[in-house]
């Protein structure tokens, strides 16, 4: 049986607040492992492909905006469960419902802006893990 994956993004604001080092040590305590890594810089196209289910929405660009004003750490993540469980330890999307104690909860700075900035992304299910690793390392098999 394959192990399970999924696809994690250390955010621009998560990137740019020096959260990235924490961001791992919460993974490899939980015993995961990271299967790849780089630094990005999103291009409009990969956002689009990444947000399919939002790019037709009025706060779109808010996003995309985002999501460009600076890198982002991908990662391929595996470990029994990684989908539920990253999506416990990553909190509630919107910083000011996320539980301390949680990524979100303790590393989001600010959620006044045009668009939500919640420091990590993570897959909602095996599936989309499978598709958004296809967008961000589409040199993996
Ligand atoms: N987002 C936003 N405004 C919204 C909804 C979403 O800025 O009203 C952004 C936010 O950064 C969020 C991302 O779009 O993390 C994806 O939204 P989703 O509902 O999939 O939340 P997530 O899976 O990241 O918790
Ligand atoms: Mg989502």
């Avoid at 080092?21 to 993974?27: A, D, F, P, Y």
């Avoid at 990524?103 to 939500?116: P, Q, T, V």
Wanted: aromatic share 8%; hydrophobic share 40%.
């Amino acid at each position: 049986m394959t192990e399970e994956r999924s696809l994690i993004l250390v955010k621009p604001d998560g990137v740019l607040n020096g959260h990235i080092g924490e961001v791992i040590t919460r993974i490899e305590n939980r015993r995961y492992q990271i299967k790849a890594l780089k630094v990005v810089n999103a291009s409009k196209e990969q956002l689009a492909e990444h947000y399919n289910q939002l790019v037709d929405k009025p706060f779109y660009p808010s996003i995309e905006e985002f999501m460009q004003s600076g890198p982002i750490v991908a990662m391929i993540v595996s470990g029994k469960n990684i989908v539920e469980t990253f999506r416990k330890m990553a909190g509630a999307t919107n910083p000011s419902d996320a539980l301390i104690g949680t990524i979100r909860g303790d590393f989001a700075r600010e959620w006044d802006k045009g668009s939500i900035q919640n420091v990590v992304h993570s897959s909602d299910s095996i599936e989309s893990a499978e598709r958004e690793i296809k967008i961000w390392f589409p040199e993996e098999k």
